[in-house]
Structures are given as structure tokens and as C-alpha cells.
């Protein structure tokens, strides 16, 4: 165990697999749903639309690692270094999409609260 790290955020870590597997499937459906084309008219729901692909991109990362650090790793053969610059790449850009989910989400935020405020698209005033 990891010095100062509690054990049950140790055991709570070790589920985000699993959690990871059933946000990829909701994300799913939720961009299907979103991507039919009477959906797309909204700046809100093209917003969302990026969300979504962004936690499906984190959601798959997540699973990826799981799925190769507990079924493909072999502890007597190195990985190449091929294999870790795709995992340091992979990485980069999974903080990459939480950043931009972030950024996405506050921005449908800033645009609902215009919106709310002039609702008949009268920004000027």
C-alpha cells in the first residue's frame, strides 16, 4: 500500500474500470441520440455532442489500460519503445479531453446563461 494513501481510496481506485466500461456505453447512446439531425440545430446540444466525445475517448483509455495491464502485460517481456511512446501519446491526450470536456462544459454554461437572459436573441442590450 501506498504510503498516506487510504485503503479505501485504493479499492475505489480499482473499480474505475469498471465504471469506465458503463460511461463508454451511456456516452454511446448518448451520441447517437445526439447525432440525429433534428438534434444538431442546438448550439447546446452541439456542445454536448463534443462531451460526449470526449468521455468516450477518456472512458476508452481508461478500459485500454486495464485491458493491458491485466490480460496483455507480460512481466518478462519489456515493452517496446514503440509500445511507450503510444502509451505516453494515449496519455497526453486523455488529459487533453478531460481538460476539453472541462472547457466544454463550462462553456455550455456561459451560453445557457445567455441565452436564459435574452431570450429573444437581443444580445446588445
Given at each position: ?17 469498471y ?100 431570450p ?6
Amino acid at each position: 500500500m501506498s504510503a498516506g494513501m487510504p485503503r479505501w481510496l485504493i479499492n475505489l481506485m480499482s473499480t474505475d474500470p469498471y465504471i469506465s466500461m458503463v460511461s463508454f456505453i451511456t456516452n454511446s447512446v448518448h451520441l447517437t441520440i445526439l447525432l440525429q439531425k433534428s438534434m444538431r440545430t442546438s448550439s447546446t446540444n452541439v456542445i454536448m455532442i463534443g462531451i460526449a466525445i470526449c468521455n468516450l475517448y477518456i472512458s476508452f483509455h481508461s478500459v485500454w489500460k486495464f485491458v493491458r495491464n491485466k490480460i496483455l502485460y507480460s512481466p518478462w517481456v519489456p515493452d517496446s519503445y514503440m509500445t511507450v511512446v503510444l502509451s505516453w501519446t494515449a496519455n497526453s491526450f486523455q488529459d487533453d479531453f478531460n481538460r476539453c470536456s472541462a472547457f466544454l462544459g463550462a462553456s455550455m454554461a456561459v451560453i445557457r446563461v445567455i441565452v436564459l437572459r435574452n431570450p429573444t436573441g437581443n444580445a446588445s442590450k
